[in-house]
């Protein structure tokens, strides 16, 4: 059956956009050079995508508008804004589909949607940027007349590669540095992602410059011209912009915003509003004059999570903030296992209580890494974690969070991890690693009650395993060596036993020796700590 761009096509189509765009952010910052040589196109196109993939990630039921909202409101840049208007025009399409299902067609009507918009944002467009290049992906997916999403997937992908490769020749700007426009490169690889996706076929590379251009110079060829003064305008103001009215910004739109593009474009150059229909816009210019583009935007609704940048601090080499390459952060109940977790390479979070997002926040940025993975090790935790990893990847830091419901999943993790790994792999081996620890704990009954294995009294100890009682013991020593033998019958290595608060050191060394001699195979570790609530802990990898 040939694939339909649903919900599950749309939410991978996302990630693999991100996973390309990550791979070749570093070029196309390189490559940078039009309007301005900023070097910020592949980072902004980046952390617009993700942007865009987190809104999917908080569970919005449409997964098209979802996309096309968090990247409105997450933009950075000129190629931000041109990139949120791709994704609202396939939103668009996806909405206004006629029949239960969304093929080629309704694709091919979403880029047309798509240049439209993004057409309609630019104050002056010129020929050999982005607009070209998704201009060639729109009248290719009509040209194509099929509702297969793969061919016209495909037809729209292979239109924009040989667009992109026609654009160093349309713009002296990039003839000049004999590169490809830096945001088309960005375009394209995000539509040879859908392509790669929907027909199976292998991903088909950055394509080089048309014509004898000699070598890529990119950006730095530009950078003398632009420290001289060459450029008119010193800073890029961006802003998000509430009207409370709908419109899409484009010949007839709101009046309101369409005086303010031309407001703006007095004041400098490289205009961008861009709205969601529905009374937001994202704002874009280069300019000097940071209030009076600020100011326009107050004339016409509320102006928020306004940013500038000015470009001579862009174009000045600035030191790297991040003087790691890779780091593992363990969020660590206590500070024993802390101490345990960094012997064993990981930065850590210590916490006595409960951990909020701006916490994880402030602890991602210490660990100086520009790649991040984040231990939560604690299933409360888990949505926290993806919010602070969300806007720590808005700043730029890549953070991957490895769902790890307890400390014992993260040790697991810690204990394959090897920095000489290559990223990715490690990666692997620690969410396996945490995936085949099994955990269960002991409690003290506080009253009588009914479990799955019969009626317990107070006093009695219950043994739990995945939520549910699977043992009643006399004691915590019974209980202990009862639950960790059974944990055993499917096997193991390492038996962990953390101890909690007011156990006593003789219920970790009794079980311990029994172990060793029963389970002469298996090794027995007992630590402090991490186990709130819990008399004791025991985890089996």
Not at 345 to 361: F, K, M, T, Y
Request: hydrophobic share 50%; glycine share 12%.
């Amino acid at each position: 059956m040939p694939p339909l761009l649903d919900a599950a096509l749309l939410t991978g189509w996302a990630k693999a956009a991100v996973g390309v765009l990550e791979r070749h952010r570093a070029e196309i910052d390189r490559i940078n050079v039009f309007p301005v040589p900023d070097g910020d196109t592949g980072t902004n196109l980046l952390l617009t995508m993700r942007a865009a993939l987190d809104a999917v990630g908080r569970g919005e039921p449409q997964v098209a508008a979802a996309l096309a909202r968090g990247a409105l409101i997450g933009a950075r840049g000129n190629s931000g804004v041109i990139l949120s208007q791709v994704l609202r025009g396939v939103a668009d399409a996806v909405a206004a589909k006629a029949g239960p299902s969304a093929g080629g067609k309704v694709l091919a009507d979403g880029l047309g949607r798509a240049h439209r918009l993004a057409t309609a944002a630019v104050t002056r467009p010129r020929e050999g940027t982005v607009l070209s290049v998704l201009s060639a992906a729109a009248v290719a997916s009509v040209a194509v007349g099929s509702d297969r999403l793969d061919a016209v997937a495909v037809a729209a992908a292979d239109a924009a590669r040989e667009a992109l490769r026609e654009t160093t020749g349309q713009l002296p700007e990039l003839a000049r540095a004999g590169v490809v426009d830096a945001g088309g490169m960005g375009l394209y690889l995000i539509l040879d992602a859908l392509a790669t996706l929907a027909s199976g076929r292998a991903g088909s590379g950055v394509p080089e410059p048309s014509g004898d251009r000699g070598p890529a110079r990119g950006r730095d060829a530009l950078v003398a011209a632009r420290e001289s003064g060459s450029s008119a305008f010193d800073y890029e103001v961006m802003y998000l912009l509430d009207t409370g009215a709908g419109g899409d910004g484009g010949a007839g739109g709101d009046d309101a915003v369409a005086g303010l593009r031309e407001e703006l474009d007095e004041l400098g150059d490289s205009v961008a509003v861009v709205g969601d229909g529905a009374g937001t816009w994202n704002v874009h210019v280069h300019c000097t004059d940071i209030g009076a583009a600020i100011e326009a935007g107050i004339a016409v609704g509320r102006p928020h999570r306004i940013t500038v940048v000015r470009f001579a601090d862009q174009l000045a080499p600035a030191p790297d903030r991040f003087d790691r390459a890779r780091a593992v952060l363990l969020v660590a109940p206590g500070d024993e296992l802390g101490e345990l977790a960094r012997s064993a390479g990981a930065d850590v979070l210590a916490r006595a209580d409960a951990v909020d997002e701006r916490a994880l926040q402030d602890a991602l940025v210490a660990t100086r890494a520009r790649h991040v993975v984040l231990l939560p090790a604690d299933a409360d935790l888990s949505a926290v974690a993806e919010r602070a990893a969300a806007a720590a990847r808005r700043d730029g830091q890549e953070v991957q969070v490895l769902p790890t419901s307890s400390v014992l999943h993260g040790l697991a993790a810690l204990a394959v991890h090897d920095p000489e790994r290559r990223a990715a792999d490690d990666v692997v081996a620690m969410a396996e690693a945490a995936a085949l620890t099994r955990t269960a704990s002991l409690v003290v009954a506080e009253t009588e009650a009914m479990t799955w294995v019969g009626r317990c009294e107070p006093g009695e100890v219950l043994g739990i395993s995945d939520g549910e009682v699977v043992l009643i013991a006399p004691d915590l020593a019974v209980g202990a060596l009862w639950l960790a033998h059974r944990m055993l019958t499917a096997g193991g290595e390492i038996v962990t036993a953390l101890l909690g608060e007011g156990a006593d050191d003789a219920l970790g060394e009794g079980l311990a020796a029994d172990l060793r001699r029963t389970h002469p195979e298996v090794d027995v570790v007992v630590h402090r700590g991490g186990c709130t609530g819990h008399p004791i802990v025991l985890g089996v990898e």
